[in-house]
């Protein structure tokens, strides 16, 4: 919006030529969305508390985790207001990827939202079904893998890592292959979200790599220069990721440990589904699974767990998902968080490093 208001005036006024470059409206997206946290954090806190919306803890989970009964929840409206805002207010509005990603974002929100608010009206930790949740996040990825297949300037190609002239085309598995991607991310992040601050910081890891990743794509120079799949007009969804960072990090302002809020569904959801859809769009999807590493671990895990139990009646881990696991170890919360913070950090980087290893 601020964009389509006043680039226009760089004709009358050079100074606002600025507004033209991705560079310059990520970083503001990103202050923006820090603002609107900090501003808007401390009254959601109050008003989730006057309301009695706070988290409902697993019966089966760790010991540790009863004393976080009652801590507010649904703190994922927070993010989602500090994600969306500034995309609307600094991204070019006539750009499609932007508002598909937007799409998939609130959309997931949305599903997140009534799973959290079933279990505060239930007074359980039991929202919607499995199947029900699986059915709408199925159908809300559907429709923007639909419209980039139909789209006559999306390519349908599989970029694969270290191999520049691997690039098959999917045809109609691509919408399949789309919607796996979507999903699977939605559900990764929601499994990760057990820790205070957990989830929420490596998404911010995972969400600062696909601002360069977005730059790279929209930059047909650059993507030539590399040796990447060029899509024109990706770039504007640097924008989203850094309003993506910025709303990631003020949220870790009050979710950090020990929290004071809990994104809940409403947060895991729509984080994972936007990361899943930005990596679509911008033809880096294999390597959404080097740089939320930690995230296919801990989808890795329960999946272990619950084939090993049906098949042998035998866990693999104390407890699923893997922190779980290294709670029940004795390793202290906070160390669990930071080790992981770090381990992601480093398959980012590992992850960056491959744009020059073609």
Request: proline share 4%; hydrophobic share 55%; with cysteine.
């Amino acid at each position: 919006m601020l964009y389509h208001l006043l680039y226009p005036l760089h004709v009358q006024f050079s100074g606002f030529h600025v507004f033209r470059y991705i560079t310059f409206r990520s970083i503001y997206a990103a202050i923006t969305a820090l603002t609107i946290s900090f501003v808007v954090g401390p009254w959601l806190i109050a008003k989730l508390r006057r309301l009695q919306i706070g988290q409902e803890i697993r019966e089966l989970g760790p010991e540790s985790h009863k004393k976080k009964a009652g801590t507010p929840t649904m703190g994922g409206v927070l993010i989602l207001a500090a994600m969306v805002i500034p995309t609307l207010l600094w991204a070019d509005l006539r750009n499609l990827y932007v508002w598909l990603v937007l799409f998939v974002t609130v959309g997931y929100g949305a599903v997140g939202a009534v799973d959290d608010w079933r279990k505060v009206a239930k007074h359980n930790s039991d929202g919607l079904s499995a199947r029900a949740k699986m059915r709408w996040m199925t159908l809300i990825a559907a429709v923007p893998a639909l419209v980039l297949f139909f789209h006559p300037n999306f390519q349908t190609t599989l970029a694969f890592p270290f191999l520049k002239n691997l690039r098959p085309d999917l045809g109609l598995f691509f919408v399949v292959f789309a919607v796996f991607v979507v999903v699977g991310s939605g559900n990764s992040v929601n499994l990760s979200d057990g820790l205070d601050g957990l989830a929420m910081g490596l998404v911010t890891i995972a969400a600062s790599v696909y601002v360069l990743f977005a730059y790279l794509a929209g930059n047909a120079h650059l993507a030539s220069y590399l040796q990447l799949s060029s899509v024109p007009g990706a770039g504007e969804l640097a924008v989203f990721c850094s309003a993506m960072v910025g709303a990631g990090l003020g949220f870790l302002w009050f979710n950090a440990y020990p929290a004071q809020i809990f994104m809940g569904d409403t947060g895991s959801l729509a984080l994972g589904g936007a990361l899943g859809m930005v990596a679509i769009v911008v033809k880096q999807e294999l390597m959404l699974a080097l740089v939320g590493g930690i995230f296919v671990l801990e989808a890795l895990s329960v999946m272990l767990q619950v084939t090993s139990y049906k098949l042998w009646k035998r866990r693999i881990f104390k407890m699923a998902p893997l922190h779980h696991h290294f709670e029940l170890m004795g390793i202290a919360e906070p160390k669990i968080i930071v080790r992981f913070w770090i381990v992601n950090i480093i398959l980012a980087l590992l992850a960056i490093s491959t744009l020059k290893l073609r």
